[in-house]
């Protein structure tokens, strides 16, 4: 779990006062800032930068490489040695990428190395996470996912969460409207697949219908309003706190394709594939719909057509490699239940 939480509207504010503490001697903190940033000046101010402290902008058109995370890592080592902490302001891929950062800081070998589950052997540099998109839970989640050479897979460990986070509601107003939407879908499907799975208990049951009903209050109400952004930061969290002690489901297991052939972002992707899964979840599924009618949105439609064998099979490769979430969704006897015909009839639906 995370060590930390300050929340509230202004929060950013206290975040030179909240790292003071914990900078040790001459070793900087690194703030990876979400490149969609890049030219916010004012946001820019607002960084606590201090001595030889470092801003980088993070590239996360695509979502974090293990290749990137441990191009990040060397050239932090190479330049300084050592550092007090990397700071995460940004959607899921940026949190994520400073989890992981932040890990290969002092685990030997390569990012790719701890795809998979407590892998990790030891923990990282003190790391922070300050959300300007609300949804992933990448914020609270014990995994940071990346896209390695053979795996679309988290480091899965009790040294993964961050040590402090910072939730702020100013800093995800501003998000642009189908962004938000489908990074506030994730936390949707969160709830779904974590309350209909098979993993359920009273822990990850309590946080997924209070995130569940935040939910619902935000995405059937016409109006966005500031109040809305409160409720999306705390469900969000709620999300990702159910989710840690059961799993996702289907969406996800399919959408983990997407991404990993097509490069489709995490939100957008569990959007398409959950749009198609009244067999699973037929009340969730007919919700989602028309949470997408009252907000108005687009959600894609024909995205594997014209996909070779090759890629099908790739995608359900890398799909049914989920193991814990098919298990989670279908029960012990996933398999006989998941066939590759029943995985490619589908995709080529999406
Ligand atoms: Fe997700």
Redesign the pocket.
């Known amino acids: 779990m995370v060590d930390y939480v300050v929340y509230g509207r202004g929060a950013f504010n206290q975040l030179d006062a909240i790292l003071a503490p914990r900078r040790t001697g001459d070793a900087p903190m690194i703030f990876l800032l979400d490149h969609q940033f890049e030219q916010a000046a004012d946001l820019h101010a607002r960084i606590p930068l201090r001595g030889n402290d470092q801003l980088i902008i993070a590239d996360v058109t695509n979502e974090p490489k293990t290749s990137y995370v441990d191009a990040l890592a060397d050239q932090l080592k190479d330049t300084f040695g050592t550092v007090s902490g990397i700071i995460g302001i940004g959607g899921g891929s940026v949190m994520d990428l400073a989890k992981a950062v932040a890990l290969m800081m002092t685990n030997p070998g390569k990012a790719q190395d701890y795809q998979g589950w407590d892998l990790v052997k030891v923990s990282g540099v003190y790391k922070a996470g300050i959300p300007t998109l609300s949804g ?2 990448a914020e609270v989640s014990r995994t940071c996912v990346l896209t390695g050479p053979e795996r679309k897979l988290g480091m899965n460990s009790d040294f993964t969460p961050f040590d402090q986070i910072v939730l702020d509601p100013d800093l995800i107003k501003s998000a642009p409207v189908n962004q938000r939407f489908y990074t506030g879908m ?1 936390c949707y ?2 709830c779904i697949e974590s309350l209909e799975g098979t993993y359920l208990n009273a822990f990850s049951k309590s946080y997924g219908e209070k995130a569940l009903e935040l939910c619902q209050e935000i995405f059937l109400t016409p109006d966005w309003t500031d109040e809305s952004d409160e409720k999306l930061m705390m469900a969000s969290y709620f999300g990702g706190m159910s989710i840690a002690y059961s799993q ?1 489901g289907v969406a ?1 297991a399919v959408s983990y394709g997407l991404s990993y052939l097509l490069g489709t972002k ?1 939100g957008i992707g ?1 959007c398409i594939v959950f749009n198609h899964l009244e067999e699973y979840y037929p009340k969730g599924v007919a919700e989602f719909k028309e949470m997408v009618r009252r907000n108005n949105i687009h959600i894609p439609e024909g995205i594997c057509a014209g996909l070779s064998d090759a890629d099908f099979d790739t995608m359900i490769n890398v799909s049914l490699g989920m193991k814990p979430l098919w298990e989670n969704a279908l029960g012990k006897d996933w398999e006989s239940k998941i066939s590759r015909e029943k995985l490619r009839a589908l995709y080529e639906r999406l």
């Open positions: 992933t839970g994730d499907i969160h996702v996800h995490h569990n």
